[in-house]
């Protein structure tokens, strides 16, 4: 089996390549894209089940946590990555309860996992084994939501990671980021892109500035979005990492990824998009609106 990077940044189908490695039986690991730091195993064990384990560091030292979960059908996937409750979504989900009384890693990480990862990347010779790791430029040092933030755009732009592992743990990433193939996405309809964004990026809390603020907000963000796929590449090339870019819109996955099966994309993102509703139906119906005025400010 290959192994893979999946280089996805905000809107790039990060969820939709979980999924259906998920479903393949695959070994899975996604690193939390921003502080804290923590990276999520997942190693299929049984029949439809798999470990999961955590890898974060507390105090210095490098520390790990496994729970075995029930991935046995498309429905318990969903419920364990978009629960109804909405308190965690996808890998925020933490074995521990946090101070809100709640089991979301990000949350809890803020009391519980060092503000500077240094031994953290010591786990990467562990989650290496993973088929395809999600955010992997947590392991070169970039913290931030890449696509959206400005200062993990700064920090790619300066080829300058704001945590970056120590000389040996960073060679050691690199070289076996060398021996993996790595796929860059990108987004050429920006009619969609600017819906994902609309509908799914940007919460209630922007809109309680003004409809003004939520556009201008949003141009901001999607103005990173466009330089991302440039950073991320380019930055390879620094490295000396080879990569191929992927089309979202015009490219099939089936032809770049080694899986037997394959669940429908489409399918997925709306199941998703159903359980993850940023907008309220009065403002989905102004959704066409919105789309406008931010295409003609990009």
Not at 41 to 56: A, D, Q, S
Not at 208 to 216: P, Q, V
Not at 240 to 252: T, V
Request: proline share 5%; net charge neutral; aromatic share 14%.
């Amino acid at each position: 089996m290959k192994r893979y990077n999946y280089w996805n940044y905000v809107k790039t189908g990060g969820w939709q390549i979980q999924h259906n490695f998920l479903h393949n039986r695959k070994i899975f690991c996604v690193n939390h894209h921003s502080h804290p730091a923590f990276s999520i195993l997942h190693i299929p064990h049984g029949v439809g089940h798999y470990n999961k384990i955590w890898f974060y560091q507390r105090q210095g030292k490098l520390e790990r946590v496994r729970r075995n979960k029930d991935y046995s059908t498309y429905k318990k996937v969903m419920d364990d990555c978009f629960p109804a409750h909405k308190k965690w979504e996808w890998f925020f989900e933490s074995p521990f309860m946090s101070s809100r009384g709640d089991y979301n890693m990000k949350i809890w990480g803020r009391d519980n996992i060092d503000d500077m990862p240094t031994i953290f990347y010591e786990c990467y010779k562990d989650i290496s084994v993973a088929d395809i790791n999600n955010n992997p430029h947590i392991m070169l040092g970039y913290y931030g939501s890449l696509g959206t933030d400005d200062d993990i755009t700064r920090d790619m732009e300066n080829l300058s990671p704001s945590n970056p592992p120590r000389p040996s743990d960073l060679e050691f990433i690199k070289e076996d980021y060398k021996k993996k193939i790595n796929i860059v996405p990108y987004k050429e309809d920006m009619v969609s892109l600017v819906e994902d964004f609309i509908h799914g990026v940007l919460g209630a809390a922007y809109m309680k500035h003004g409809e003004d603020y939520f556009i201008e907000a949003c141009v901001h963000k999607l103005k990173n979005h466009q330089k991302t796929f440039q950073l991320i590449t380019s930055m390879l090339e620094y490295h000396g990492i080879d990569y191929i870019p992927f089309n979202l819109d015009r490219d099939d996955y089936s032809n770049v990824f080694e899986l037997d099966t394959w669940l429908p994309l489409d399918e997925i993102k709306k199941d998703q998009s159903n359980r993850y509703v940023t907008m309220s139906d009065k403002r989905l119906k102004k959704l066409p609106q919105y789309i406008d005025k931010v295409l003609c400010l990009i």
